[in-house]
Protein backbone atom coordinates (compact mmCIF):
# COMPACT_ATOMS: atom_id res chain seq x y z
CA UNK A 1 0.00 0.00 0.00
CA UNK A 2 1.83 3.23 -1.43
CA UNK A 3 1.48 6.51 0.59
CA UNK A 4 1.73 9.75 -0.38
CA UNK A 5 5.78 9.97 0.65
CA UNK A 6 6.93 6.78 -0.73
CA UNK A 7 4.66 7.97 -4.22
CA UNK A 8 6.31 11.00 -4.64
CA UNK A 9 10.52 9.01 -3.65
CA UNK A 10 12.03 8.58 -7.02
CA UNK A 11 11.81 4.92 -8.18
CA UNK A 12 15.41 3.44 -7.67
CA UNK A 13 17.22 1.31 -4.79
CA UNK A 14 16.41 4.02 -2.15
CA UNK A 15 12.59 3.67 -2.82
CA UNK A 16 12.80 0.39 -2.52
CA UNK A 17 14.71 -0.45 0.31
CA UNK A 18 12.61 1.78 2.52
CA UNK A 19 9.69 0.10 1.40
CA UNK A 20 11.40 -3.72 1.85
CA UNK A 21 11.75 -2.54 5.32
CA UNK A 22 9.28 -1.38 5.81
CA UNK A 23 7.16 -4.66 4.94
CA UNK A 24 9.87 -7.01 7.06
CA UNK A 25 9.09 -4.52 10.25
CA UNK A 26 5.60 -5.55 9.72
CA UNK A 27 6.05 -9.34 9.08
CA UNK A 28 8.16 -11.39 10.63
CA UNK A 29 8.84 -14.33 7.86
CA UNK A 30 8.27 -13.91 4.68
CA UNK A 31 9.48 -15.43 0.95
CA UNK A 32 11.83 -13.58 -1.18
CA UNK A 33 9.25 -13.85 -4.11
CA UNK A 34 6.30 -12.53 -1.92
CA UNK A 35 8.65 -9.46 -1.04
CA UNK A 36 9.39 -9.25 -5.04
CA UNK A 37 5.44 -9.02 -5.71
CA UNK A 38 5.05 -6.70 -3.08
CA UNK A 39 7.93 -4.37 -3.96
CA UNK A 40 6.64 -5.12 -7.54
CA UNK A 41 10.48 -6.26 -8.81
CA UNK A 42 12.47 -9.29 -9.45
CA UNK A 43 13.29 -11.64 -6.79
CA UNK A 44 17.01 -11.58 -8.58
CA UNK A 45 16.65 -7.61 -7.65
CA UNK A 46 15.33 -8.22 -3.84
CA UNK A 47 18.17 -10.18 -3.38
CA UNK A 48 20.73 -7.83 -4.41
CA UNK A 49 18.80 -4.76 -2.30
CA UNK A 50 18.63 -7.16 0.78
CA UNK A 51 22.73 -7.16 0.62
CA UNK A 52 22.49 -3.43 -0.08
CA UNK A 53 20.59 -3.06 3.46
CA UNK A 54 22.94 -5.31 5.06
CA UNK A 55 25.76 -2.96 4.10
CA UNK A 56 23.84 -0.12 4.79
CA UNK A 57 22.88 -0.60 8.50
CA UNK A 58 25.86 -2.82 9.51
CA UNK A 59 25.60 -4.18 13.01
CA UNK A 60 22.45 -2.75 13.66
CA UNK A 61 20.49 -5.53 12.26
CA UNK A 62 20.56 -8.91 11.49
CA UNK A 63 18.69 -9.99 8.19
CA UNK A 64 18.68 -13.72 7.40
CA UNK A 65 16.92 -16.40 5.75
CA UNK A 66 15.02 -18.98 7.94
CA UNK A 67 13.18 -22.05 6.07
CA UNK A 68 10.15 -19.95 6.78
CA UNK A 69 11.37 -17.25 5.05
CA UNK A 70 13.50 -13.20 5.50
CA UNK A 71 13.57 -12.46 9.06
CA UNK A 72 14.67 -8.86 9.92
CA UNK A 73 16.21 -8.20 13.74
CA UNK A 74 16.79 -4.92 14.91
CA UNK A 75 19.85 -4.78 17.26
CA UNK A 76 19.78 -0.82 17.96
CA UNK A 77 16.37 0.71 17.52
CA UNK A 78 17.57 4.55 17.75
CA UNK A 79 20.50 3.65 15.07
CA UNK A 80 17.88 2.07 13.16
CA UNK A 81 15.44 4.71 12.84
CA UNK A 82 18.24 7.49 11.93
CA UNK A 83 19.78 5.45 9.32
CA UNK A 84 16.20 4.27 7.71
CA UNK A 85 15.47 7.92 7.66
CA UNK A 86 18.56 8.48 5.59
CA UNK A 87 16.69 6.88 2.56
CA UNK A 88 14.66 10.02 2.42
CA UNK A 89 17.31 12.34 3.17
CA UNK A 90 19.20 11.08 0.30
CA UNK A 91 16.23 11.13 -2.04
CA UNK A 92 16.94 13.91 -4.28
CA UNK A 93 12.96 15.00 -4.83
CA UNK A 94 12.38 15.30 -0.83
CA UNK A 95 15.27 17.28 -0.39
CA UNK A 96 13.68 19.63 -3.07
CA UNK A 97 9.96 19.55 -2.08
CA UNK A 98 10.99 20.26 2.21
CA UNK A 99 13.27 22.92 0.41
CA UNK A 100 10.28 24.18 -0.85
CA UNK A 101 7.67 24.35 2.37
CA UNK A 102 10.88 26.42 4.07
CA UNK A 103 11.16 29.07 0.91
CA UNK A 104 13.61 27.98 -1.45
CA UNK A 105 13.39 29.68 -5.21
CA UNK A 106 16.40 28.23 -6.78
CA UNK A 107 15.84 27.73 -10.74
CA UNK A 108 16.28 24.05 -12.43
CA UNK A 109 19.75 24.70 -13.42
CA UNK A 110 20.71 25.88 -9.73
CA UNK A 111 19.05 22.59 -8.43
CA UNK A 112 20.84 20.79 -10.83
CA UNK A 113 24.16 22.11 -9.46
CA UNK A 114 23.20 21.54 -6.23
CA UNK A 115 22.16 18.33 -6.65
CA UNK A 116 24.95 17.04 -9.29
CA UNK A 117 22.71 16.10 -11.94
CA UNK A 118 22.33 16.85 -15.15
CA UNK A 119 19.46 19.91 -15.73
CA UNK A 120 17.33 17.30 -17.53
CA UNK A 121 16.94 14.68 -14.87
CA UNK A 122 16.07 17.52 -12.19
CA UNK A 123 13.68 18.20 -14.83
CA UNK A 124 12.40 14.86 -15.07
CA UNK A 125 12.40 14.33 -11.33
CA UNK A 126 10.07 17.46 -11.24
CA UNK A 127 7.39 15.89 -13.43
CA UNK A 128 7.19 13.17 -11.72
CA UNK A 129 5.04 14.97 -8.29
CA UNK A 130 2.50 16.62 -11.21
CA UNK A 131 0.25 13.62 -11.42
CA UNK A 132 0.17 13.98 -7.20
CA UNK A 133 0.37 17.67 -6.80
CA UNK A 134 -2.71 17.57 -9.20
CA UNK A 135 -4.82 15.83 -6.98
CA UNK A 136 -4.54 19.02 -4.76
CA UNK A 137 -4.93 20.93 -7.58
CA UNK A 138 -1.82 21.90 -7.41
CA UNK A 139 1.54 22.36 -10.64
CA UNK A 140 5.14 22.12 -9.80
CA UNK A 141 6.96 25.10 -12.06
CA UNK A 142 10.63 25.02 -13.02
CA UNK A 143 11.49 28.65 -12.99
CA UNK A 144 11.88 28.80 -10.50
CA UNK A 145 11.08 25.51 -8.93
CA UNK A 146 8.33 26.35 -6.80
CA UNK A 147 4.36 24.47 -6.16
CA UNK A 148 2.10 26.59 -7.48
CA UNK A 149 -1.68 27.18 -6.79
CA UNK A 150 -4.08 28.10 -4.14
CA UNK A 151 -2.10 29.06 -0.82
CA UNK A 152 -4.34 26.57 1.06
CA UNK A 153 -3.65 23.85 -1.51
CA UNK A 154 -0.29 23.73 -0.84
CA UNK A 155 -0.63 23.80 3.14
CA UNK A 156 -3.03 20.50 2.66
CA UNK A 157 -0.37 19.13 0.49
CA UNK A 158 2.39 19.55 3.22
CA UNK A 159 0.43 18.74 6.05
CA UNK A 160 -0.45 15.45 4.26
CA UNK A 161 3.17 15.27 3.84
CA UNK A 162 4.59 15.95 7.02
CA UNK A 163 2.06 13.92 8.76
CA UNK A 164 1.86 10.52 6.95
CA UNK A 165 5.04 9.52 8.23
CA UNK A 166 7.41 9.31 11.60
CA UNK A 167 10.65 10.22 8.84
CA UNK A 168 9.69 13.50 8.21
CA UNK A 169 8.52 16.35 10.20
CA UNK A 170 8.29 20.51 9.56
CA UNK A 171 11.11 22.16 11.68
CA UNK A 172 10.14 23.79 15.00
CA UNK A 173 9.89 27.62 13.92
CA UNK A 174 12.66 29.30 15.95
CA UNK A 175 10.83 31.60 17.47
CA UNK A 176 9.32 32.07 21.36
CA UNK A 177 5.95 32.21 19.91
CA UNK A 178 5.85 28.28 18.60
CA UNK A 179 5.80 26.74 22.26
CA UNK A 180 3.48 29.14 23.43
CA UNK A 181 1.16 28.94 21.21
CA UNK A 182 0.94 25.04 21.75
CA UNK A 183 0.78 25.32 25.45
CA UNK A 184 -2.37 27.91 24.67
CA UNK A 185 -4.08 24.99 22.42
CA UNK A 186 -2.91 22.15 24.99
CA UNK A 187 -4.76 24.32 27.94
CA UNK A 188 -7.68 24.43 26.21
CA UNK A 189 -8.83 21.26 24.88
CA UNK A 190 -7.62 17.52 25.03
CA UNK A 191 -6.68 16.77 21.42
CA UNK A 192 -5.88 13.16 19.91
CA UNK A 193 -2.32 14.00 19.30
CA UNK A 194 0.14 16.89 20.24
CA UNK A 195 2.35 16.03 17.72
CA UNK A 196 -0.76 16.65 15.26
CA UNK A 197 -1.29 20.07 17.27
CA UNK A 198 2.83 21.17 16.91
CA UNK A 199 2.67 20.17 13.00
CA UNK A 200 -0.30 22.46 12.76
CA UNK A 201 1.21 25.32 14.06
CA UNK A 202 4.58 25.53 12.96
CA UNK A 203 2.94 24.59 9.42
CA UNK A 204 1.03 28.32 10.46
CA UNK A 205 4.29 30.20 11.60
CA UNK A 206 6.30 28.78 8.39
CA UNK A 207 3.96 29.92 5.68
CA UNK A 208 2.44 33.10 7.08
CA UNK A 209 2.87 35.74 4.44
CA UNK A 210 1.27 39.66 4.00
CA UNK A 211 -1.92 38.09 2.38
CA UNK A 212 -4.75 37.23 4.11
CA UNK A 213 -6.39 33.50 3.75
CA UNK A 214 -9.86 33.58 1.55
CA UNK A 215 -11.74 31.24 4.50
CA UNK A 216 -15.16 30.93 4.78
CA UNK A 217 -17.00 34.28 6.34
CA UNK A 218 -20.08 32.33 8.02
CA UNK A 219 -17.22 30.04 9.38
CA UNK A 220 -15.46 32.49 10.93
CA UNK A 221 -18.19 34.10 12.58
CA UNK A 222 -19.11 31.29 14.09
CA UNK A 223 -15.91 31.02 16.05
CA UNK A 224 -14.38 34.17 16.29
CA UNK A 225 -15.98 34.92 20.03
CA UNK A 226 -14.47 31.80 21.65
CA UNK A 227 -11.49 32.78 23.74
CA UNK A 228 -8.63 30.67 22.78
CA UNK A 229 -8.75 32.72 19.09
CA UNK A 230 -8.05 36.27 21.23
CA UNK A 231 -5.14 34.41 23.19
CA UNK A 232 -3.63 32.81 19.68
CA UNK A 233 -3.77 36.73 17.94
CA UNK A 234 -2.21 38.36 21.29
CA UNK A 235 1.03 35.43 20.80
CA UNK A 236 1.37 36.11 17.31
CA UNK A 237 1.35 40.02 17.68
CA UNK A 238 3.80 40.23 20.39
CA UNK A 239 6.08 38.06 18.36
CA UNK A 240 8.81 40.17 16.61
CA UNK A 241 9.06 37.97 13.76
CA UNK A 242 5.22 39.54 12.42
CA UNK A 243 5.48 42.86 13.50
CA UNK A 244 5.18 43.44 9.75
CA UNK A 245 1.83 41.30 9.33
CA UNK A 246 -1.56 43.49 9.09
CA UNK A 247 -4.08 42.78 12.45
CA UNK A 248 -6.16 40.94 9.23
CA UNK A 249 -3.55 38.82 8.01
CA UNK A 250 -3.00 37.53 11.45
CA UNK A 251 -6.51 36.67 12.76
CA UNK A 252 -7.13 34.69 9.56
CA UNK A 253 -4.06 32.75 10.55
CA UNK A 254 -5.76 32.68 13.79
CA UNK A 255 -8.82 31.32 12.30
CA UNK A 256 -7.09 28.33 10.37
CA UNK A 257 -5.17 27.12 12.97
CA UNK A 258 -8.41 26.95 14.62
CA UNK A 259 -10.35 25.22 11.79
CA UNK A 260 -7.55 22.78 11.26
CA UNK A 261 -7.37 21.83 15.21
CA UNK A 262 -11.11 21.76 15.38
CA UNK A 263 -11.56 19.44 12.76
CA UNK A 264 -8.97 16.87 14.38
CA UNK A 265 -10.39 17.82 17.97
CA UNK A 266 -10.56 14.93 20.68
CA UNK A 267 -13.91 12.66 18.98
CA UNK A 268 -14.69 11.75 22.31
CA UNK A 269 -15.69 14.80 23.52
CA UNK A 270 -18.19 17.60 21.94
CA UNK A 271 -16.39 21.02 20.91
CA UNK A 272 -19.42 23.26 21.63
CA UNK A 273 -19.59 24.79 18.36
CA UNK A 274 -22.30 24.16 15.48
CA UNK A 275 -20.74 24.89 12.43
CA UNK A 276 -23.65 23.01 10.67
CA UNK A 277 -25.95 25.40 11.30
CA UNK A 278 -24.53 27.58 8.85
CA UNK A 279 -26.15 24.98 6.13
CA UNK A 280 -29.86 24.67 5.92
CA UNK A 281 -29.77 21.58 4.33
CA UNK A 282 -27.45 20.02 7.09
CA UNK A 283 -30.39 18.40 9.23
CA UNK A 284 -32.20 16.67 6.86
CA UNK A 285 -28.58 15.51 5.29
CA UNK A 286 -27.83 14.15 9.09
CA UNK A 287 -31.37 11.94 9.42
CA UNK A 288 -30.26 10.89 5.77
CA UNK A 289 -27.11 9.58 7.02
CA UNK A 290 -28.25 8.13 10.22
CA UNK A 291 -31.11 6.50 8.37
CA UNK A 292 -28.22 4.77 6.70
CA UNK A 293 -26.04 3.48 9.13
CA UNK A 294 -29.33 2.76 11.15
CA UNK A 295 -29.97 0.14 8.52
CA UNK A 296 -26.48 -1.15 8.79
CA UNK A 297 -26.18 -0.83 12.66
CA UNK A 298 -29.78 -1.50 14.02
CA UNK A 299 -28.26 -1.99 17.36
CA UNK A 300 -27.15 1.00 18.24
CA UNK A 301 -28.79 3.77 20.40
CA UNK A 302 -30.54 6.57 17.50
CA UNK A 303 -30.67 9.92 19.78
CA UNK A 304 -26.37 8.58 20.52
CA UNK A 305 -25.80 8.28 16.63
CA UNK A 306 -27.40 11.49 16.24
CA UNK A 307 -25.05 12.98 18.35
CA UNK A 308 -22.06 11.60 16.55
CA UNK A 309 -23.23 12.76 12.84
CA UNK A 310 -23.86 15.67 14.01
CA UNK A 311 -20.53 16.41 15.47
CA UNK A 312 -19.25 14.68 12.66
CA UNK A 313 -20.25 16.73 10.31
CA UNK A 314 -19.56 19.65 11.93
CA UNK A 315 -15.85 18.79 11.71
CA UNK A 316 -16.13 18.14 8.15
CA UNK A 317 -18.11 21.68 7.73
CA UNK A 318 -14.82 23.12 9.85
CA UNK A 319 -12.52 21.63 6.77
CA UNK A 320 -14.43 22.97 3.98
CA UNK A 321 -14.44 26.09 6.02
CA UNK A 322 -10.90 26.36 4.84
CA UNK A 323 -11.15 24.90 1.29
CA UNK A 324 -12.62 21.90 0.44
CA UNK A 325 -9.63 20.13 -0.36
CA UNK A 326 -9.10 19.92 2.95
CA UNK A 327 -11.45 17.12 2.90
CA UNK A 328 -9.18 14.63 1.04
CA UNK A 329 -7.85 12.07 3.11
CA UNK A 330 -4.15 10.28 1.99
CA UNK A 331 -4.91 6.61 0.07
CA UNK A 332 -3.58 4.84 3.35
CA UNK A 333 -6.51 6.71 5.28
CA UNK A 334 -9.25 5.37 2.68
CA UNK A 335 -8.14 2.11 2.77
CA UNK A 336 -7.64 1.37 6.10
CA UNK A 337 -11.62 2.84 6.71
CA UNK A 338 -13.30 0.96 4.16
CA UNK A 339 -11.49 -2.29 5.44
CA UNK A 340 -13.16 -1.28 9.21
CA UNK A 341 -16.78 -2.54 8.00
CA UNK A 342 -17.06 -2.62 4.03
CA UNK A 343 -20.73 -3.19 3.79
CA UNK A 344 -21.14 0.16 5.93
CA UNK A 345 -18.96 1.92 3.78
CA UNK A 346 -20.63 0.83 0.49
CA UNK A 347 -23.74 1.85 1.53
CA UNK A 348 -22.41 5.50 2.63
CA UNK A 349 -21.17 5.69 -0.39
CA UNK A 350 -23.64 5.01 -2.10
CA UNK A 351 -25.75 7.11 -0.62
CA UNK A 352 -23.53 10.13 -1.50
CA UNK A 353 -22.87 9.46 -4.96
CA UNK A 354 -26.61 9.20 -5.79
CA UNK A 355 -28.67 11.52 -3.55
CA UNK A 356 -28.82 14.87 -3.34
CA UNK A 357 -26.47 16.59 -0.45
CA UNK A 358 -25.01 19.77 0.79
CA UNK A 359 -23.65 22.00 -1.50
CA UNK A 360 -20.59 21.92 0.81
CA UNK A 361 -20.19 18.26 0.64
CA UNK A 362 -21.04 17.57 -3.43
CA UNK A 363 -17.37 17.90 -4.99
CA UNK A 364 -14.99 15.26 -5.95
CA UNK A 365 -13.91 14.14 -2.56
CA UNK A 366 -17.07 11.86 -1.63
CA UNK A 367 -14.72 8.43 -1.39
CA UNK A 368 -13.28 10.66 1.31
CA UNK A 369 -16.29 11.94 3.20
CA UNK A 370 -17.72 8.40 3.73
CA UNK A 371 -13.71 7.41 5.00
CA UNK A 372 -14.03 10.13 7.31
CA UNK A 373 -17.35 9.11 8.51
CA UNK A 374 -16.08 5.62 9.55
CA UNK A 375 -13.28 6.59 11.17
CA UNK A 376 -14.89 8.78 13.65
CA UNK A 377 -17.25 5.97 14.07
CA UNK A 378 -14.50 3.95 14.82
CA UNK A 379 -12.47 6.32 16.96
CA UNK A 380 -15.80 6.88 18.84
CA UNK A 381 -16.17 3.16 19.29
CA UNK A 382 -19.42 2.41 17.86
CA UNK A 383 -17.79 0.04 15.21
CA UNK A 384 -14.45 -2.09 16.54
CA UNK A 385 -12.62 -5.52 16.08
CA UNK A 386 -14.02 -8.34 18.18
CA UNK A 387 -10.34 -9.54 18.80
CA UNK A 388 -8.91 -9.74 21.54
CA UNK A 389 -5.37 -8.50 21.50
CA UNK A 390 -2.18 -7.90 23.93
CA UNK A 391 0.66 -5.95 23.36
CA UNK A 392 3.58 -6.50 25.03
CA UNK A 393 6.36 -3.80 24.26
CA UNK A 394 10.11 -3.85 25.03
CA UNK A 395 11.07 -1.95 28.28
CA UNK A 396 12.78 1.06 26.85
CA UNK A 397 10.21 1.63 23.82
CA UNK A 398 7.63 4.44 24.47
CA UNK A 399 4.41 3.77 21.93
CA UNK A 400 3.24 6.76 20.09
CA UNK A 401 -0.07 8.39 21.96
CA UNK A 402 -2.12 8.46 18.51
CA UNK A 403 -1.14 4.79 18.33
CA UNK A 404 -2.11 4.15 21.73
CA UNK A 405 -5.58 5.32 21.07
CA UNK A 406 -5.65 3.27 17.97
CA UNK A 407 -5.43 0.04 19.66
CA UNK A 408 -7.31 1.33 22.14
CA UNK A 409 -10.38 2.37 20.12
CA UNK A 410 -10.08 -0.01 17.46
CA UNK A 411 -10.30 -2.78 19.09
CA UNK A 412 -12.67 -0.82 21.87
CA UNK A 413 -12.23 -2.46 25.28
CA UNK A 414 -10.19 -5.81 24.03
CA UNK A 415 -6.83 -4.44 23.90
CA UNK A 416 -4.09 -4.51 26.81
CA UNK A 417 -0.59 -2.75 26.49
CA UNK A 418 2.10 -3.88 28.89
CA UNK A 419 5.88 -2.71 29.03
CA UNK A 420 8.33 -5.83 29.19
CA UNK A 421 9.63 -4.68 33.11
CA UNK A 422 6.12 -4.02 34.50
CA UNK A 423 5.31 -8.02 33.08
CA UNK A 424 5.83 -10.92 35.67
CA UNK A 425 6.60 -14.68 34.61
CA UNK A 426 2.81 -14.94 36.47
CA UNK A 427 0.85 -12.27 34.88
CA UNK A 428 2.36 -13.47 31.35
CA UNK A 429 0.68 -16.92 31.64
CA UNK A 430 -2.86 -15.59 32.64
CA UNK A 431 -2.75 -13.84 29.49
CA UNK A 432 -5.65 -15.11 27.33
CA UNK A 433 -6.06 -13.45 23.97
CA UNK A 434 -6.57 -13.93 19.74
CA UNK A 435 -3.21 -11.84 18.68
CA UNK A 436 0.18 -10.94 20.10
CA UNK A 437 1.75 -7.46 18.96
CA UNK A 438 5.26 -6.89 19.98
CA UNK A 439 8.32 -5.60 19.21
CA UNK A 440 10.40 -7.68 21.57
CA UNK A 441 12.58 -9.41 19.26
CA UNK A 442 13.71 -12.44 19.97
CA UNK A 443 10.77 -13.13 22.05
CA UNK A 444 11.62 -14.52 25.54
CA UNK A 445 8.42 -16.20 26.30
CA UNK A 446 6.27 -19.11 25.90
CA UNK A 447 4.25 -18.69 22.98
CA UNK A 448 2.30 -22.18 22.67
CA UNK A 449 -1.05 -20.50 24.41
CA UNK A 450 -1.00 -17.94 21.16
CA UNK A 451 -1.85 -18.82 18.03
CA UNK A 452 -0.99 -16.01 16.17
CA UNK A 453 1.42 -13.09 17.04
CA UNK A 454 2.42 -9.86 14.77
CA UNK A 455 5.66 -8.02 14.86
CA UNK A 456 5.48 -3.71 15.68
CA UNK A 457 8.15 -1.76 14.66
CA UNK A 458 9.17 -0.09 17.55
CA UNK A 459 9.16 3.48 16.06
CA UNK A 460 5.69 2.70 13.74
CA UNK A 461 4.24 6.15 12.97
CA UNK A 462 0.35 6.56 13.15
CA UNK A 463 -0.49 5.41 9.53
CA UNK A 464 1.91 2.31 10.22
CA UNK A 465 -0.01 1.85 13.13
CA UNK A 466 -3.28 2.32 11.41
CA UNK A 467 -2.07 -0.20 8.65
CA UNK A 468 -1.24 -3.12 11.19
CA UNK A 469 -4.79 -2.46 12.43
CA UNK A 470 -6.40 -2.50 9.30
CA UNK A 471 -4.75 -5.69 8.39
CA UNK A 472 -5.50 -7.57 11.33
CA UNK A 473 -8.98 -6.62 11.42
CA UNK A 474 -9.43 -7.91 7.30
CA UNK A 475 -7.52 -10.98 8.96
CA UNK A 476 -4.71 -10.76 6.11
CA UNK A 477 -2.02 -10.42 8.63
CA UNK A 478 0.88 -11.98 8.79
CA UNK A 479 0.17 -15.02 10.73
CA UNK A 480 2.14 -17.50 12.18
CA UNK A 481 1.77 -20.62 14.56
CA UNK A 482 4.89 -20.44 17.05
CA UNK A 483 5.85 -24.21 16.52
CA UNK A 484 8.52 -24.09 19.70
CA UNK A 485 9.40 -21.98 22.50
CA UNK A 486 12.04 -19.48 22.12
CA UNK A 487 14.35 -19.86 25.42
Known amino acids: MKNLVTSLMLDGPNKRCFSLLTILERMQNIETQELADLVGTSKRTINSDINDIRHFFGPVIDLYGTNKGMRLVINDYTAFY ?9 DPLMTILQAIFYGSKLFLNEWAERLSF ?15 L ?4 LAISKSPVCIQGDELSIRKFYFDFFNETSFLEINAFVNACQPKLVDIILEEVEFISIKKVQCIVNLVLHRIDTICLPLNKKGIATIKEQPVIYKLFDTLRMSSCFTQIS ?14 LYAHWDNRRQTGITLTGNSETAEDFGEALKIVISQELPELDTRQLDHWIQDFLARQYAK ?14 NSFAKSIHPSLHKKVHQYLVSETIPIHFDNAYKEDICASLLLYLFVNRVIHSPLKVVVILSSDSAIDESAHIV ?12 YEEELTYAQYTEISCDVIVTNIIPF ?11 YLSK ?10 AATILSNNFHKEKFEEKIL
Open 82 to 90: HTKRKYLEH
Open 118 to 132: SGSTVSRMINSTQAI
Open 134 to 137: AEYD
Open 247 to 260: TETLYSEVYFMYFM
Open 320 to 333: VCINKVFLKNTIGT
Open 407 to 418: FENFFKERVKIY
Open 444 to 454: HYPTDQFPHYV
Open 459 to 468: YASMQEIIRL
